[in-house]
């Protein structure tokens, strides 16, 4: 056996590796010729269906964004949808017609495919439902609109739509079948009596009185409209806020209201951003609406909300209170003081007489009867006449 020298010797780390592939080869066994590893379902690509609808005409489209049309009760019309498939495969459309409404958020929409529609949709008829279009091609798809001679005057809105159904799985592994729409609107207004209007149903306002009486806060305006007329409106609406006296302290700028259908209604919220406590503030909402056709006069309504700077208010009463509490502890006047036993006698203010000799005039006496004592002023003594008698004063 020859002796390995020590340029064919092998390394370490080349014999360990060695060993260590043959442990993991008994540990493991032979490589498994069983079925491999199962995999997910595939899920399937709702991106895969892509289509275009529009309005269109027996030879092709036609350039109208929507189906527009104005007619009398009882008229029939007869119109085409094209139906373009843009995919890489054949796809079958279900083609209908619908009715529209406006979301909560303003949004136009379409019934769900579960309810059935009442109005525009309802009067709007397709020779069979199903239609199948091949890759790249579209399809002219004829259907008639009949408005019933009951119909109400105004504007009904709907959709003719194109769906496609596909099976897909969800994340969580549940099968679920995906539907999915394509529609081209349809705006039809029914000869008759015309009558647009806009109310506002309500007006809410809250604010937040800053502790600062010289401070700033938010104001918040929550209004309310509905298109309570028979055709769609749309416009634009502001928020003007005053105080006492019609003083006015800041204004937002005009926001583009939603387009509203008949009998629908939209919650607008505005945010006015630095308003002063001033009391007593007074929003009002100002709506400028339009038809498609013209403006309508403006239409207004206000709420109003107390703003009190309550850290002026307190200090207000506090200083009110000390006031208070101090004219009830300042002490009365005192009488004047008298000495027991002594009557007050209030003197009279004295007369200087005028220097000279003082006159003395004599009362008359009665005829044989002593001179009335109580006339005689108190004066001084002055000199009796000639031959009589000097009279003392008392």
């Known amino acids: 056996m020859p002796l390995l020298t020590p340029s064919t010797r092998i390394p370490a780390a080349r014999i360990g590796a060695a060993l260590a592939a043959v442990l993991l080869a008994v540990l493991l066994g032979p490589p498994s010729r069983g079925e491999a590893a199962p995999r997910p379902a595939p899920s399937a690509d709702p991106g895969a269906a892509r289509w275009a609808v529009q309005p269109s005409g027996p030879a092709g489209p036609t350039g109208r964004n929507y189906f527009t049309y104005d007619l ?197 919220t505005e945010r006015v951003t630095g308003v002063p406590p001033a009391l007593r503030l007074t929003a009002t909402v100002d709506l400028a609406p339009t038809t498609v056709d013209t403006a309508l006069p403006p239409v207004q309504r206000a709420a109003s909300v107390w703003a009190l700077p309550w850290l002026l208010l307190a200090a207000l009463a506090a200083t009110g209170a000390w006031l208070h509490l101090r004219r009830r502890r300042r002490p009365t006047s005192a009488a004047p003081s008298t000495t027991p036993g002594l009557a007050s006698v209030s003197e009279p203010p004295a007369t200087a007489a005028p220097a000279g000799p003082a006159s003395v005039s004599e009362p008359s006496a009665a005829p044989g009867g002593p001179a009335d004592a109580s006339r005689a002023p108190v004066a001084g003594m002055a000199e009796p006449p000639a031959g009589g008698t000097a009279a003392g004063a008392r």
């Not at 136009?108 to 059935?116: E, G, K, T, V």
């Not at 109005?119 to 019933?148: C, E, H, M, N």
């Open 72 to 268: 009398a009760p009882g008229a029939t019309i007869t119109d085409h949808v094209g139906v373009t498939n843009l995919g890489d495969r054949p796809l079958t459309f279900a083609v209908y017609g619908t009715d529209a409404y406006t979301t909560t958020d303003g949004a136009f929409a379409l019934l769900p495919s579960d309810r059935a529609a009442t109005d525009v949709g309802a009067w709007i008829g397709v020779d069979r439902r199903s239609w199948t279009v091949q890759p790249g091609k579209r399809a002219d798809i004829p259907f008639r609109l009949t408005v019933p001679r009951n119909a109400t005057p105004g504007d009904h809105t709907g959709g003719v739509i194109a769906a496609v159904a596909q099976d897909g799985v969800t994340a969580d592994g549940q099968r679920v079948r995906l539907d999915q729409r394509i529609a081209a609107r349809v705006y039809l207004r029914v000869a008759g009596e015309v009558r647009p209007a806009v109310t506002v149903e309500s007006v809410r306002v809250d604010y937040d009185t800053p502790l600062n009486p010289i401070g700033r806060a938010d104001l918040t305006v929550t209004y309310r409209i509905r298109n309570s007329g028979n055709v769609r409106v749309g416009g634009t609406g502001a928020v003007v806020v005053d105080g006492p006296g019609g003083w006015t302290l800041s204004r937002t700028s005009p926001v583009d209201l939603p387009e509203l259908l008949p009998g629908a209604e939209f919650t607008v």
